[in-house]
């Protein structure tokens, strides 16, 4: 391990406040650039390999294990333990007994991304299949080997025996080790009945967290190889419009004269430096002097939502039952409401890491890209170069939660790497990663809602402005003059159907989304965590609240009166038995104390499963502070392959939701992004988390559905309403932030 220091001529404050230098390195002498997982032999290549063929997808080798190779990647989630789980079960393999290969796009199926929690739901029927039909090519081989039938054939722990003659036996190893299957995966070989399951739904540890916990895990930020020279990006500090790049008028390269080793490098609006040494190329980046343009596009964080009203918009209705209009003449209560929603970054703890080594001919990259195959068809852009040359290979960085900057790290270094010839390794400063993120983008929503005297609803509206979301790396677009790119016709980033009311019977429902054209004068937008279903829950869920309390009905008592269907109730009660919920009408133990309690509940999804949330909160009148105490999370997926990990992300998802809902905003001015530290950007501290409980529903007779993103937007709506429950006052923009709520209690008083 080695420690580097601050060099002279560069305060040790600013040292500290980089954020993005690695402070303490490790050296990975033995790791060669390109390294092969697992040891496994495959005759890979530029081009995908065939996803109908037995080979893609696993390998069977002499000492009785297997290596599967799947197209998601670990992001910190357990997806990666829990397909081995499933590969297992299907071969009648012992967990120590399967491993999985490095994604890596010469030689890993292509899947897509590892995104919208995809990797069981999408990703696992496939290993599924795989692996049921290897155990039948292997048993097919055994049943020759062995002289009896297939039908009398078991499978313990690889090793093939006879039913009424156990001496009889083979193992998987001396049946096909190390060689090729040669037989196409047909998808009809016969699955494993879930009666029969011993290993997937079982609480199986990661197999990842040992190496994590002890150090010996090899993160991106982790990699080196031998003659690499360090690189890192020069931009202003903070984005303006996604439109408008970054405009270098001068660049004086003179201003390094006192870092012999550092380099400027320039293509065309991209500019970065590289150097021997890490510091010395985090110095030259802090140093180098440019005179950039300024841009002042932006409406400023808080005007941003009135730009987006308006401004003009595609407008497509996406949902239209009954008549709304006519419903809410007759409701006994009407609610009407609009809420604003903040562009928030991904903000991962380690900033987005990269390293490549481009020749004329060839770009091997190593990046934490969500997409390896995407990111391959980026770099080639990126590079000028056919597709086939390049390869990209996937080590985990720090949590992403979405599109963060890791495809743009990850081009920056072969541009860099292009432009001098020899590998380089960037990794984002602090102010690089905040600044230049792919945020979670604004939103802003107008909500009307009715209730009967019985307390049904009758009605229900939402009209939602979005912008469109970026699609061109900044690092593409700087040195290729790419222009910006947008999702454009709306269809992709749209309102949720799922998470706007449809968990409720509602006879009369309008869904009005608002595409809004083009994108000037916003700011870089992508998929961050149950993309905008914080902002989506936030208002509904609130509306649904507030429409309880017309009725005078309790919130989980007027969730039950209204929804039919049973995975919701399920979830509704569980997390309502965990916290001991009381029924009571919300706002009916208000206090004068300085610290008041609340109590909120909320039901919430993203995709495809059924999640709800209680909040304990406390709130200081005083100070305007909110304090998450307890959070509840309630998460039906299906069936759950392994249940731990599905806790593990419920709890994360519960943290998380706190954190964004309390104190994440990206603040930016009329020329660019202002928030670029933990101090501009505050996130939840270790010492503010809330005590968690999560539930699982596990459903065994269900396909697998979504588990990393659909308890974290009732999880928000749920502090929400507590913050009603305690105050009587509602906030209708987050984050809930101190002053928001001293202004609130004082309009209010």
Not at 441 to 469: C, K, M, T
Not at 488 to 498: E, H, I, V, Y
């Amino acid at each position: 391990m080695t420690k580097t220091l601050p060099s002279a001529g560069f305060p040790r404050r600013a040292f500290l406040k980089a954020g993005g230098a690695l402070i303490v390195g490790f050296s990975l002498r033995g790791l060669s650039f390109a390294q092969e997982a697992g040891g496994v032999a495959f005759a890979g290549g530029p081009n995908q390999p065939d996803l109908e063929q037995l080979d893609t997808w696993l390998a069977i080798h002499a000492d009785n294990t297997a290596t599967i190779f799947f197209g998601y990647v670990e992001i910190g989630q357990g997806s990666a333990t829990s397909l081995l789980q499933i590969a297992a079960e299907e071969l009648d393999l012992n967990m120590n007994q399967v491993k999985s290969a490095r994604m890596d796009t010469n030689r890993s199926p292509n899947q897509g991304s590892t995104a919208a929690s995809a990797s069981i739901s999408r990703g696992g029927p496939k290993v599924r299949a795989a692996a049921a039909e290897a155990r039948r090519a292997l048993l097919t081989i055994a049943s020759q080997k062995l002289n009896a039938p297939v039908d009398r054939l078991i499978v313990s722990g690889g090793v093939v025996s006879v039913a009424d003659g156990p001496q009889k036996s083979v193992s998987y190893g001396k049946l096909v080790g190390d060689k090729p299957f040669h037989v196409p995966l047909t998808g009809t070989a016969p699955l494993k009945p879930v009666s029969a399951y011993k290993i997937v739904g079982t609480r199986v540890p990661r197999n990842d967290i040992p190496d994590k916990v002890s150090g010996k895990y090899v993160y991106m930020q982790h990699v080196r190889v031998p003659g690499m020279l360090h690189g890192r990006v020069v931009r202003p500090r903070g984005q303006s419009g996604y439109a408008d790049g970054a405009k270098p008028l001068e660049v004086d390269a003179n201003s390094l004269r006192n870092i012999p080793y550092a380099r400027v490098v320039r293509r065309r609006d991209f500019i970065g430096v590289v150097a021997p040494d890490e510091w010395d190329a985090v110095r030259a980046a802090e140093q180098l002097k440019v005179t950039w343009q300024e841009m002042p596009t932006l409406p400023g964080h808080a005007d941003v939502h009135q730009q987006m009203r308006a401004d003009k918009s595609i407008d497509v209705v996406l949902q239209q039952t009954g008549d709304v209009s006519s419903a809410l003449g007759k409701a006994a209560h009407v609610v009407s409401q609009t809420y604003r929603g903040p562009y928030q970054a991904h903000a991962p703890f380690g900033p987005s890491c990269a390293l490549a080594q481009v020749t004329p001919d060839s770009a091997l990259v190593m990046c934490s890209s969500q997409n390896a195959f995407d990111t391959r068809r980026k770099l080639a852009e990126a590079l000028e170069m056919p597709v086939g040359k390049v390869r990209v290979q996937y080590y985990e960085g720090s949590g992403t939660f979405g599109r963060s900057c890791y495809d743009d790290a990850a081009q920056a270094a072969a541009i860099l790497s292009q432009e001098v010839g020899k590998p380089v390794r960037v990794q984002f400063m602090r102010w690089d990663e905040l600044g230049w993120d792919n945020y979670g983008p604004a939103h802003l929503g107008d909500v009307r809602a009715g209730v009967d005297a019985g307390g049904r609803i009758v009605a229900y509206e939402y009209r939602g402005w979005q912008h469109g979301w970026s699609t061109t790396e900044t690092s593409q677009q700087l040195a290729l003059g790419t222009p910006p790119g947008d999702s454009g016709d709306g269809t992709a980033r749209q309102l949720n159907k799922l998470n706007l009311g449809s968990m409720y019977d509602i006879p009369n429902v309008l869904l009005l989304n608002h595409q809004l054209q083009g994108i000037n004068g916003y700011l870089k937008g992508a998929n961050l965590r149950s993309p905008l279903d914080i902002s989506f829950s936030f208002a509904s869920e609130q509306t649904i609240d507030e429409l309880a309390f017309l009725a005078g009905i309790d919130p989980h008592v007027f969730r039950q009166m209204n929804t039919t269907d049973s995975r919701w109730l399920a979830v509704l009660d569980a997390v309502a038995r965990a916290a001991e919920w009381t029924p009571r009408r919300a706002a009916s133990n208000l206090s004068d104390a300085r610290i008041v309690r609340g109590r909120g509940i909320a039901l919430g999804t993203h995709l495809s499963s059924y999640a709800a949330a209680v909040a304990e909160i406390e709130v200081n009148k005083d100070t305007g502070a909110i304090v998450a105490k307890h959070m509840y999370g309630a998460l039906d997926a299906g069936l759950a392959v392994n249940p731990a990990f599905i806790e593990n992300q419920i709890s994360g998802m519960l943290v998380q939701g706190t954190s964004r809902i309390l104190n994440e905003e990206v603040t930016f001015s009329r020329t660019n992004v202002t928030s670029l530290d933990w101090n501009s950007y505050p996130v939840l501290r270790f010492e503010e988390y809330p005590e968690v409980t999560p539930i699982v529903i596990q459903r065994i007779d269900q396909k697998s559905t979504g588990a990393g993103e659909e308890a974290l937007c009732s999880a928000a709506a749920a502090i929400a309403n507590a913050f009603f429950d305690a105050t009587g006052v509602r906030l209708r923009e987050y984050p809930m932030t101190p002053d928001r709520v001293l202004a609130a209690l004082r309009q209010n008083a």
